[in-house]
């Protein structure tokens, strides 16, 4: 479980993120919302140990992870799915989700590559494929998918919504929905598209400026003026 | 005609493996080694003092390969991981620097005077036919396939050759998801370093073994390399062995170009074909 | 006032230098070889240092102009003046026809491309039997102004340290004038300087042509002053030794590529002839060292040290 206390970090001398608290506890999804330069990439980032925190501790079932590399991280179960898909472009599927699973073994690995396939049956079609032939939709599925080549416990998934379709979304939501229900992984979700998002997660944080400023379920949320006039666009829910 | 694109693939193949060595080192960790040459000059010149010492020519094969693929693990590790905030062109400046203390070294310990380095298979030519080879070349084509084998067989059946061609792709998303950078630069670099010091022991024999013997096949590997598009080790090897071809036969039919075609056609290349003939995406010429 | 007063002893010091050293003119020689290595640096760092475009065949614009003012002085007769501004002309006509390839090419590609050049310029003076093919070029005549031939070392140091002064002074001032401007905009951000309105194309290729006929200068005075040319002086082994001093002394310094010019010159001297390529493992080493930790090189060591002086000195006061 993860929780993240008094986190502050940011790029060379510009503090990004300021005090950043935020608890897991028993939620299967949980969301941070923010608009666009909130710092919400950035909370990921530190969480996968690619941006190191100037002050604070990230504890992982009760271990602090915030000074470890990403490989260690990554072999701990927190699993990061990078904004923007970033798949191999010139490495087939297979190889792809392989690397998903990079430090672990090549039998565990077989196994898993059969269990992620059936989830995502578009990528077993396309397995031979390069990367880079495939659609943005595929795209996101194959970043997924191969995130979770490596069993991942916590899920970090950055803003997995963007630039597609609306029934692309809705379809990757429901994934990441039954991941969450049927195959017991923990997601954090970081997402621009705060309807779709909240409708499938527990909990939701809103982040403004590098700053917490409001969080609770997400039914709670969705009931919030403040939330539905910035996030859901004031309409009814 | 036969015989002579033959001797050109048994050229062509030594420049391949020196840029292959050139492609992989700056594909994955984005240093443009001008050291790939003088690197292969001094392996050739550590085999030489083997050789020296009693031991059989054909094998200081093994001893170039690993003590090019330590230095190369040495020079990754002790430097060029150190210096990975320099710019890219600092890190050029870097293995130019090398080249400086590998010249420095060998000439204080050897000097600048021609040495007669053995073939590593002695014998007369081979004539199959009509068609007659150096055992040297043979060795070298040998050599070069067997390599190549080998080399497309990590790249795309090992986890870590795998996982070096993702770098290539797209190091941060290799980074997320805590694939081991550092360890995997290390290993290209250490392949690379080993494939330097075989390109040197194939063509010291042909050359004479002094400090600058390699300067001419690292610039035709360049060549090799920019024709095969920079950033594919295939097109880095079909490069290769075009180029030695091609020099050949101009060599025969138009000698007096000889010495600038592959000079002339790298900067063609350059400005005609940015993606030489094999890239595959955008070299990015920056 | 105080601030006049530094360079002015310096420049005695400089015209003392041989009294200093008047019973041995091998030194002397040692010296005006840094001069003439100076001159050529000075153009690389304009290029390189200034204007930020790299070039890995420097030296081929040496040999041009070496080979251009011995040939017009060997056989048509043609006064040192001319013949040593012609090779420089020449020089920087090969520059602006290199210059080209840098339109299209950055970094890693350009230095490939002007390696490549520089490497083709010597293979073509190899054929050129006019030139002596690969035989070199023998009794290139030295340089002579009026009937005085500069033929002893000490004539030599008066003169190239003449050219040498003048070349800074020169490029001092076009680094204050508005390409000296150009030349940084377009070095420190390419996009930037277009926004300025500065026509890129235009000041990439004067970059590279001031710094080849500066280059060709010095080979001119390379060649008079040691009375023969080969090919191979101007391979690809010189132009990474004028990077090398460049960067050593300090890239974009005024005076850094004097300094890198002068230890380049004079610290393998140091070694004696047996260690003497020791010298080269230690430049890669400084080499290295500087692109690690000196960004503007040794220069910026000796202006750190300078600060520190003085601010030991302004706490005593």
């Given at each position: 479980m993860l929780k993240i206390i008094d986190l502050t970090t940011g790029y060379g001398p510009v503090e990004v993120l300021h005090d950043v608290n935020l608890d897991f506890k028993d939620s299967r999804i949980v969301t941070v919302l923010g608009a666009n330069g909130a710092g919400k990439s950035t909370l990921i980032k530190t969480i996968s140990g690619i941006l190191k925190p100037w002050k604070g501790s990230i504890l992982f079932d009760g271990k602090?992870?915030?000074?470890?590399?990403t490989s260690q991280i990554a072999k701990m179960g927190i699993v990061h799915v990078p904004e923007g898909r970033h798949i191999f472009p010139n490495l087939t599927v297979r190889e792809n989700l392989l690397l998903g699973g990079y430090f672990r073994s090549d039998k565990g690995n077989k196994e898993t590559l059969d269990q992620v396939l059936k989830l995502f049956p578009a990528l077993k079609e396309r397995i031979n494929q390069k990367g880079g032939n495939l659609s943005g939709g595929e795209q996101q599925m194959l970043a997924i998918a191969r995130g979770l080549m490596a069993k991942p416990r916590l899920l970090l998934l950055d803003e997995?919504?963007?630039?597609?379709a609306p029934i692309l979304v809705s379809e990757i939501f429901q994934t990441v929905k039954s991941l969450a229900q049927q195959e017991g992984v923990q997601v954090l979700l970081v997402e621009q598209n705060a309807r779709k998002a909240l409708d499938i997660s527990d909990t939701g944080y809103v982040m403004v400026l590098g700053r917490i400023v409001l969080s609770g379920t997400s039914d709670e949320l969705k009931e919030n003026p403040e939330v539905r006039k910035l996030y859901l666009g004031g309409q009814n829910v | 005609m036969f015989n002579l694109v033959l001797r050109g693939l048994a050229t062509g193949s030594i420049y391949s493996l020196t840029a292959v060595g050139i492609v992989l080192i700056l594909s994955t960790t984005n240093v443009m080694n001008f050291a790939q040459g003088d690197t292969g000059m001094f392996l050739t010149y550590i085999a030489f003092f083997f050789i020296l010492r009693g031991i059989a020519p054909s094998l200081t094969l093994p001893i170039v390969i690993v003590a090019g693929a330590v230095l190369g693990y040495l020079v990754y590790k002790g430097l060029i991981s150190k210096a990975k905030k320099s710019s890219h062109l600092g890190m050029m400046i870097i293995t130019l620097g090398l080249t400086m203390i590998f010249e420095g070294i060998v000439a204080t310990f050897f000097g600048n005077i021609p040495l007669l380095f053995p073939p590593l298979i002695p014998g007369d030519p081979v004539h199959f036919g009509s068609v007659i080879l150096d055992r040297q070349d043979i060795l070298c084509l040998v050599t070069a396939l067997v390599v190549f084998g080998i080399l497309s067989f990590i790249l795309y059946r090992t986890k870590i050759g795998i996982a070096a061609r993702s770098i290539a792709d797209d190091e941060y998303a290799s980074r997320v998801l805590g694939i081991p950078i550092n360890r995997i630069h290390s290993f290209i670099w250490a392949i690379s370093f080993g494939l330097a010091g075989l390109a040197g022991i194939m063509t010291a024999p042909r050359l004479s073994l002094q400090p600058l013997f390699m300067v001419v096949v690292q610039l035709k590997a360049f060549t090799a390399a920019v024709l095969g598009g920079m950033n594919s080790v295939t097109g880095a090897i079909w490069g290769g062995l075009i180029l030695g071809v091609m020099e050949n036969l101009v060599a025969y039919y138009v000698p007096a170009i000889k010495e600038s075609f592959s000079l002339l056609l790298i900067v063609a290349i350059l400005l005609f074909l940015p993606n030489g003939l094999f890239g595959s995406r955008e070299a990015g010429r920056s | 006032m105080k601030k006049k007063i530094l360079p002015f002893l310096l420049l005695i010091l400089a015209l003392l230098i041989p009294l200093v050293f008047n019973a041995r003119p091998s030194i002397v020689a040692y010296i005006n070889l840094a001069i003439i290595y100076a001159v050529s640096a000075v153009g690389l760092n304009l290029l390189l240092g200034v204007a930020g475009q790299i070039s890995l065949g420097h030296a081929a614009f040496m040999g041009i102009g070496g080979y251009t003012s011995a040939i017009l002085m060997i056989r048509y007769g043609i006064p040192s003046i001319v013949s040593v501004l012609a090779g420089g002309l020449l020089a920087g006509l090969f520059g602006l026809i290199i210059g080209f390839p840098a339109l299209r090419l950055k970094g890693f590609y350009l230095a490939i491309a002007t390696m490549a050049l520089g490497t083709a310029v010597t293979d073509v003076i190899k054929r050129m039997e006019i030139l002596g093919a690969d035989r070199g070029l023998t009794n290139v005549p030295p340089v002579t102004i009026f009937g005085y031939q500069f033929s002893s070392e000490f004539a030599k140091y008066y003169l190239y340290l003449a050219i040498l002064l003048l070349t800074i002074f020169l490029v001092n001032n076009l680094l204050k004038s508005k390409t000296g401007m150009a030349f940084r905009a377009m070095r420190d951000s390419e996009v930037a300087a277009k926004v300025f309105g500065i026509n890129i194309s235009y000041y990439k290729v004067l970059a590279f042509v001031i710094s080849s006929f500066l280059a060709g200068v010095a080979g001119a005075m390379y060649g008079h002053s040691l009375s023969y040319l080969h090919p191979d002086m101007f391979g690809f082994g010189l132009s990474i030794e004028f990077l090398a001093i460049t960067i050593i002394g300090g890239i974009g310094t005024l005076w850094g590529p004097v300094l890198g010019s002068a230890l380049w010159v004079i610290v393998p001297r140091l070694f004696g002839t047996k260690l003497e390529a020791m010298a080269g493992v230690l430049f890669g080493v400084v080499l290295i060292l500087v692109v690690l930790f000196l960004p503007r090189g040794l220069s910026e060591l000796i202006m750190r040290i300078n600060k520190l002086f003085k601010k030991e000195e302004g706490e005593r006061s």
């Amino acid at each position: 479980m993860l929780k993240i206390i008094d986190l502050t970090t940011g790029y060379g001398p510009v503090e990004v993120l300021h005090d950043v608290n935020l608890d897991f506890k028993d939620s299967r999804i949980v969301t941070v919302l923010g608009a666009n330069g909130a710092g919400k990439s950035t909370l990921i980032k530190t969480i996968s140990g690619i941006l190191k925190p100037w002050k604070g501790s990230i504890l992982f079932d009760g271990k602090d992870i915030s000074r470890m590399s990403t490989s260690q991280i990554a072999k701990m179960g927190i699993v990061h799915v990078p904004e923007g898909r970033h798949i191999f472009p010139n490495l087939t599927v297979r190889e792809n989700l392989l690397l998903g699973g990079y430090f672990r073994s090549d039998k565990g690995n077989k196994e898993t590559l059969d269990q992620v396939l059936k989830l995502f049956p578009a990528l077993k079609e396309r397995i031979n494929q390069k990367g880079g032939n495939l659609s943005g939709g595929e795209q996101q599925m194959l970043a997924i998918a191969r995130g979770l080549m490596a069993k991942p416990r916590l899920l970090l998934l950055d803003e997995p919504s963007l630039g597609l379709a609306p029934i692309l979304v809705s379809e990757i939501f429901q994934t990441v929905k039954s991941l969450a229900q049927q195959e017991g992984v923990q997601v954090l979700l970081v997402e621009q598209n705060a309807r779709k998002a909240l409708d499938i997660s527990d909990t939701g944080y809103v982040m403004v400026l590098g700053r917490i400023v409001l969080s609770g379920t997400s039914d709670e949320l969705k009931e919030n003026p403040e939330v539905r006039k910035l996030y859901l666009g004031g309409q009814n829910v | 005609m036969f015989n002579l694109v033959l001797r050109g693939l048994a050229t062509g193949s030594i420049y391949s493996l020196t840029a292959v060595g050139i492609v992989l080192i700056l594909s994955t960790t984005n240093v443009m080694n001008f050291a790939q040459g003088d690197t292969g000059m001094f392996l050739t010149y550590i085999a030489f003092f083997f050789i020296l010492r009693g031991i059989a020519p054909s094998l200081t094969l093994p001893i170039v390969i690993v003590a090019g693929a330590v230095l190369g693990y040495l020079v990754y590790k002790g430097l060029i991981s150190k210096a990975k905030k320099s710019s890219h062109l600092g890190m050029m400046i870097i293995t130019l620097g090398l080249t400086m203390i590998f010249e420095g070294i060998v000439a204080t310990f050897f000097g600048n005077i021609p040495l007669l380095f053995p073939p590593l298979i002695p014998g007369d030519p081979v004539h199959f036919g009509s068609v007659i080879l150096d055992r040297q070349d043979i060795l070298c084509l040998v050599t070069a396939l067997v390599v190549f084998g080998i080399l497309s067989f990590i790249l795309y059946r090992t986890k870590i050759g795998i996982a070096a061609r993702s770098i290539a792709d797209d190091e941060y998303a290799s980074r997320v998801l805590g694939i081991p950078i550092n360890r995997i630069h290390s290993f290209i670099w250490a392949i690379s370093f080993g494939l330097a010091g075989l390109a040197g022991i194939m063509t010291a024999p042909r050359l004479s073994l002094q400090p600058l013997f390699m300067v001419v096949v690292q610039l035709k590997a360049f060549t090799a390399a920019v024709l095969g598009g920079m950033n594919s080790v295939t097109g880095a090897i079909w490069g290769g062995l075009i180029l030695g071809v091609m020099e050949n036969l101009v060599a025969y039919y138009v000698p007096a170009i000889k010495e600038s075609f592959s000079l002339l056609l790298i900067v063609a290349i350059l400005l005609f074909l940015p993606n030489g003939l094999f890239g595959s995406r955008e070299a990015g010429r920056s | 006032m105080k601030k006049k007063i530094l360079p002015f002893l310096l420049l005695i010091l400089a015209l003392l230098i041989p009294l200093v050293f008047n019973a041995r003119p091998s030194i002397v020689a040692y010296i005006n070889l840094a001069i003439i290595y100076a001159v050529s640096a000075v153009g690389l760092n304009l290029l390189l240092g200034v204007a930020g475009q790299i070039s890995l065949g420097h030296a081929a614009f040496m040999g041009i102009g070496g080979y251009t003012s011995a040939i017009l002085m060997i056989r048509y007769g043609i006064p040192s003046i001319v013949s040593v501004l012609a090779g420089g002309l020449l020089a920087g006509l090969f520059g602006l026809i290199i210059g080209f390839p840098a339109l299209r090419l950055k970094g890693f590609y350009l230095a490939i491309a002007t390696m490549a050049l520089g490497t083709a310029v010597t293979d073509v003076i190899k054929r050129m039997e006019i030139l002596g093919a690969d035989r070199g070029l023998t009794n290139v005549p030295p340089v002579t102004i009026f009937g005085y031939q500069f033929s002893s070392e000490f004539a030599k140091y008066y003169l190239y340290l003449a050219i040498l002064l003048l070349t800074i002074f020169l490029v001092n001032n076009l680094l204050k004038s508005k390409t000296g401007m150009a030349f940084r905009a377009m070095r420190d951000s390419e996009v930037a300087a277009k926004v300025f309105g500065i026509n890129i194309s235009y000041y990439k290729v004067l970059a590279f042509v001031i710094s080849s006929f500066l280059a060709g200068v010095a080979g001119a005075m390379y060649g008079h002053s040691l009375s023969y040319l080969h090919p191979d002086m101007f391979g690809f082994g010189l132009s990474i030794e004028f990077l090398a001093i460049t960067i050593i002394g300090g890239i974009g310094t005024l005076w850094g590529p004097v300094l890198g010019s002068a230890l380049w010159v004079i610290v393998p001297r140091l070694f004696g002839t047996k260690l003497e390529a020791m010298a080269g493992v230690l430049f890669g080493v400084v080499l290295i060292l500087v692109v690690l930790f000196l960004p503007r090189g040794l220069s910026e060591l000796i202006m750190r040290i300078n600060k520190l002086f003085k601010k030991e000195e302004g706490e005593r006061s």
